[in-house]
């Protein structure tokens, strides 16, 4: 069976079961806890934590999964992967145990024909209600599940969801190792299915501090280790999806798989991280030096360096990329749509690596003669940082040649190095700046800010960039950067958006469009020339946008009421995670592991308008770090701060360090409306929200919609609720009696069709055409034809919109006899071009061939009159 065809028949057995069949999510996961999609249920996850209510209670997946962990060792095992699809099924608070079990059972043995007398379970330590349901409810032998413990309890290694689980692995058999179960030995008995029985919420890894909101049902099953069992390979890497990306590694190396150990790893090395970096890429990765970007950076290193290793001269990506492409894009079109930008990124980052390859493998040779043990931190280091020659390359040549590397004296030359340049810089960040700022530092001093006083003041031009460039002057219509000895102009910092304004000399204008912080304490004012020209060594007049920060003012301040609200309200766990103050709006991200509800929300808003109505001075001052500490003063997210820090308070409501600008009393943010609250992650909300006139600007909006609704509605504003609830209520009255009009339809059109039914021997048999009519409605005529029937077959279609639907139903009477509507249906479905899937009692079936229809119905007859003729 292949791999295709496994994917599909798990998605039609769970569609079937009133599952929804949802895509699959992007490699790059919406929530920040995570660096990849590395599970089935990550894009569920609010639906699990009560976030957010599901859009359907029940869902199918094939999710791309990128696991890294195992990275070093993938190709020495059978059956690990860093790239691989999940097949998964979901139940949000629906159903549980008693049907994920058993249908996971059917599944396995009917669809996949797995044989029974090989499959093993385990269940976690005390979950005995899953074991009993193997037991006693599917069937299995009691002394086939085996109870463990933290191997049978699923957790992401970061906070959520987590629970219980429940295993189902295959005997490969004795030659693979011991007999004895999973509890024995796991690479004889290989684990392909896991029930998770998604009940609690952890803080930290196995530290469970609650249940969530609804039992959940999340199943994984690797389709890679499915296929390898059903096609009997002896590996993962010898599956028709993977195979081919092999073999295209075997062609470019001239080497063939089975030959021996060294080359048998290296093969499935590029098989499997050139199916990985395919897919990493085509979700939007991009090789860098951190985060997801090192992941796939490392991936394509390490590939290209086994192909290295065998000669091979020209890019190897492409070949790996272009097999992954033949195999996978079919299901995954948009492999097949980013196909240049893959082979473009791929192939780039692979010749940039092959001169560090050069360069540094002729280095390491040299250096390794005489080293018997251990390859020194500095001989390392200078692989690193004057070749670029990874670490990671370096550790895993030296345990090929049975060598180790002294990470520890690695680490120590690498905290030297950036030491040395923290000192070189006169204490600023190297991190944070280029070489042109490097050079700006060497003769410019650090602006100083006058902004908490001042909105405009005089000062010198001190230096001017153009396209990362230092230049002397900035002409009309040009863009760059104006760096001065003094200026009022805030630099973006602790969420709050930089200044904009104008710089003025006697030649010229510049508009300042933003205000960054080039490295902490030098401020970079982005400017685009507006008329005449600005030179470096200018007297300046430098001014802000005055209405522009009275606005963020407001926000800044209204940021800090609403942090101190929110925290009176759902407790000091609701911690700032991520702020953007902008003008007239803010945005604040706070740590909460459930959705704030309406009258929570309404409380927090009442008590930030309460405390801004009190129009209470706003305080602000430095002190020591010890001393804010010591007076109960909370940090902002985003600033970084000294022993001196700048406190605000608000009144004696909120108190923090923060480096911002502030109104002076907090009647001056005016009303403050929360406008939207939702879920940004695991345990992450956001807050937006309106201050000063825009947020009275919003209230007028929203009385102007009210006012409109109302007469819509032809009644008073104040009476706007009862007038929609009694429309509503007319509303599900119509919808109601239409119900029963469509149920006394199909049940009449029902037993039409019966009285017109024909039969075959002591059977009663219908085949029709209801013209237009959809799928559920034919589903539902089939089973009201059925039931005035009693003991035959129904087969119902019906074209709408061009294709074909088909519906077969048969009698339990019949069913026993071996008289299936899944198999019945089968020779029909392929007439119209499409599938189906069901059971045995009832299976439906469509496909593109709306005009095959009436072909379709009379094969469906012809096979039925002959099967009923027969019993």
Not at 26 to 50: E, R
Not at 101 to 111: D, G, K, N, R
Not at 582 to 599: C, I, K, M, T
Request: aromatic fraction near 8%.
């Amino acid at each position: 069976m292949d791999s295709n065809t496994i994917r599909q028949k798990f998605i039609d057995f769970f569609v079937a079961r009133d599952h929804t069949h949802v895509p699959s999510a992007s490699l790059i996961p919406v929530d920040p806890t995570l660096l990849l999609t590395n599970a089935g249920m990550v894009q569920f996850k609010p639906y699990m934590l009560g976030e957010e209510p599901p859009p359907f209670p029940r869902a199918v997946t094939v999710q791309k999964i990128a696991r890294t962990s195992d990275i070093d060792i993938i190709g020495s095992t059978d059956r690990h992967l860093t790239f691989f699809e999940m097949l998964g099924n979901f139940s949000f608070g629906d159903y549980f145990k008693e049907k994920a079990i058993p249908w996971a059972y059917e599944f396995i043995t009917e669809h996949l024909e797995l044989d029974p007398q090989r499959l093993w379970y385990t269940v976690y330590l005390d979950d005995d209600e899953a074991a009993e349901i193997w037991i006693d409810q599917v069937g299995v032998p009691a002394d086939r599940v085996q109870r463990r413990d933290r191997d049978n309890f699923w957790q992401m290694g970061v906070p959520g969801p987590c629970g219980p689980s429940s295993e189902v692995f295959y005997d490969r058999g004795p030659e693979h190792g011991p007999d004895g179960g999973p509890l024995v030995d796991e690479e004889r008995f290989t684990e392909f299915w896991n029930l998770v029985f998604m009940q609690n919420i952890q803080d930290e890894p196995y530290h469970v501090v609650g249940d969530l909101p609804a039992k959940n049902i999340d199943t994984g099953a690797g389709l890679d280790r499915v296929t390898a069992l059903t096609q009997g390979a002896g590996s993962v890497f010898e599956i028709d999806n993977i195979w081919p990306v092999l073999q295209a590694g075997a062609t470019y190396i001239g080497r063939q798989y089975g030959e021996s150990r060294e080359v048998d790893v290296s093969l499935r090395i590029l098989a499997d991280h050139g199916r990985t970096l395919t897919f990493l890429i085509s979700d939007g990765v991009v090789p860098s030096n951190d985060g997801r970007g090192y992941v796939l950076r490392r991936l394509i290193r390490r590939a290209v360096r086994h192909a290295w290793m065998y000669g091979g001269g020209k890019p190897v990506t492409p070949k790996l990329v272009e097999a992954t492409l033949a195999v996978m894009g079919d299901f995954y079109g948009d492999l097949r749509r980013n196909r240049d930008l893959i082979l473009e990124t791929a192939e780039r980052e692979e010749v940039n690596f092959r001169r560090t390859l050069e360069t540094g493998m002729a280095l390491l040779d040299d250096e390794l003669k005489g080293v018997t043990s251990v390859i020194p931190g500095s001989i390392a280091f200078k692989l690193h940082d004057t070749y670029g020659f990874p670490i990671e390359v370096t550790t895993e040549i030296a345990s090929e040649r049975g060598l180790e590397v002294d990470r520890e004296g690695f680490d120590a030359e690498m905290g030297s190095q950036r030491r040395r340049a923290r000192e070189a810089w006169k204490g600023g960040e190297a991190a944070a700046a280029s070489g042109q700022y490097r050079s700006l530092l060497e003769g410019v001093d650090l602006t100083e800010f006058l902004g908490y006083e001042l909105e405009e003041s005089t000062s010198k031009v001190v230096a001017l960039l153009r396209d990362g460039e230092p230049v002397n002057t900035l002409k009309t219509g040009e863009e760059g950067e104006v760096f001065l000895d003094r200026s009022p102009f805030y630099a973006e910092a602790g969420g709050q958006v930089g200044d904009t304004g104008t710089i003025t000399t006697g030649t010229g204008v510049g508009r300042v469009e933003d205000t960054q912080n080039a490295i902490p304490g030098l401020i970079s004012h982005h400017v685009r020339i507006t008329s005449g020209d600005i030179r470096v060594d200018q007297d300046a007049t430098a001014e802000i946008e005055h209405d522009r920060r009275e606005r963020i003012r407001k926000s800044h301040t209204g940021t800090h009421i609403l942090h101190s609200s929110l925290r009176r309200v759902l407790g000091d766990q609701a911690n700032q995670a991520g702020s953007l103050v902008e003008s007239g709006r803010l945005r604040f991200d706070f740590n909460h592991h459930q959705a704030v509800n309406p009258e929570e929300l309404m409380e927090v808003e009442r008590l930030a308008n309460e405390h801004i109505i009190e129009n209470a001075r706003v305080r602000v001052f430095e002190t020591s770090k010890q001393e804010a500490e010591a007076m109960g003063a909370i940090a902002f997210f985003g600033d970084k701060y000294g022993e001196v820090v700048r406190v605000v308070e608000t009144g004696s409501f909120s108190r923090e360090l923060c480096g911002g600008t502030h109104t002076v009393t907090t009647g001056q943010v005016g009303p403050l409306i929360i406008t939207s609250e939702g879920s940004i992650g695991s345990n992450m909300r956001r807050f937006e929200a309106l201050t000063g006139s825009a947020a009275y600007a919003h209230m007028v909006s929203m009385r102007r919609q009210l006012e409109g609704t109302a007469e819509a509605l032809r009644t008073g504003v104040e009476n706007i609720g009862p007038a929609l609830t009694a429309l509503l209520e007319r509303s599900r009255d119509q919808e109601e009696r239409l119900g029963a009009f469509e149920d006394q339809y199909r049940s009449e059109t029902g037993r039409g069709l019966a009285d017109a039914a024909e039969l075959v021997g002591d059977h009663a048999l219908v085949v029709a055409a209801i013209p237009g009519v959809t799928t559920e409605d034919l589903r539902l005529l089939a089973l009201a034809a059925r039931d005035s029937v009693k003991d035959g077959v129904v087969v119902l279609g019906s074209e709408r919109d061009g294709k074909a639907q088909l519906v077969a139903v048969v009698s339990s009477s019949l069913t026993k006899r071996g008289v299936s509507a899944r198999e019945l249906i089968s020779r029909p479905a392929q007439i119209v071009g499409g599938g189906g899937g069901g059971d045995d009692e009832v299976a439906q079936a469509g496909g593109p061939g709306g005009s095959l229809l009436e072909e379709a119905l009379a094969e469906a007859g012809t096979e039925i009159r002959a099967q009923l003729a027969g019993l």
